[in-house]
């Protein structure tokens, strides 16, 4: 899952959690055997992903192909630009190609990165070298 998702776990059984970045709940399509995780924006809720239980799909023979077709296919996004993420106690921080989104409770911030900064920001942020 991505950046967008909460740092708790969710009970399939509908209940609500609050997590520091906002309201969460997992429900069930009773027509489809669907799940899906929501998250609550203002007094909506907004569906994140979907998924199905139980799922044979996701053993690893079948994950495996799906993985290296990730890390090596030229259509794929992840190895062509950073993509680094952590989590923060109040939300979290992500470097995505140039831009740098800094998640703090319900403040979102957004800035491009000078590529001959990116470097810096690696380090400062994440403390790793690229």
């Known amino acids: 899952m991505g950046g967008n998702s909460p740092r708790l776990p969710v009970p399939l059984s509908g209940d609500e959690i609050v997590d520091s970045d906002g309201i969460y709940r997992v429900k069930k399509d009773d027509d489809k055997s669907f799940y899906y995780l929501q998250k609550k924006t203002d007094d909506e809720w907004e ?28 259509e794929s996004m992840f190895n062509k630009m950073y993509f680094l993420s952590r989590v923060t106690e109040n ?9 740098l989104i800094i998640v ?9 990165i000078e590529k001959h900064k990116i470097e810096e920001v690696a380090h400062r942020y994440f403390q790793i070298k690229v």
């Open 47 to 74: 569906t994140l992903y979907r998924f199905e239980k139980p799922s044979h799909q996701w053993d690893l023979e079948n994950i495996h192909p799906i993985c290296i077709l990730t890390e090596t296919s030229p």
């Open 91 to 99: 939300g979290r921080i992500t470097l995505l190609g140039d831009t």
């Open 104 to 112: 703090n409770g319900k403040e979102k911030t957004k800035e491009k």
